[in-house]
């Protein structure tokens, strides 16, 4: 899956915390909703794509979101935003699960390393690296903005001022 539907849940989730100054809260909640692909530095290290710490692999997984959200406690002393921390690193791979390529993801690791898929997948998969900057790469971003928009549009609609 390309960025933009992660980011789109970012945003969303940084309108929906209700704090002061969303747009920091959209900026965390964007890295946070790309942080299950850090995996992809295992293809550097020749690290096989179906092994667990392969791309798609322990990163994404439900064990992954929890341990995120349970470092956001550690470090802030705050459930609610250790729940949007778990919630948004979570909807990676099941946003990721809705795409039509790769192995699926591992997303009851450590228990199993099995790869799974909605029984839907409407989404085209991204292309990895320079691929993106090909004709598939576009298509792929279209599809994206067009099934995200309106979460965007929500995240950054402007709010009705409170009357006293």
Known sequence: MAAFG?????????????RP??????????ALSMLPDVDVIAFVFRVPYEHPLGHRGATHSIAFAVLCGV????????????LFTTAVVL???????????GLGCALFWPIS???????VQPLPVAPIGHGMFSRRGLYVVIVEVLAFLPLVVFAFWPRRSARS
């Open 21 to 30: 100054r969303p747009l920091g809260w959209m900026a965390l909640f964007s």
């Open 71 to 82: 470092a956001a406690l550690l470090v802030r002393r705050d459930r609610r935003l250790a």
């Open 91 to 101: 909807t990676h791979p099941l946003l990721d699960m809705l795409t039509d390529g």
């Open 6 to 18: 992660h980011l789109a849940v970012a945003f969303t989730a940084g309108r929906v915390i209700d």
């Open 113 to 119: 390393n099995e790869r799974l898929f909605w029984p």
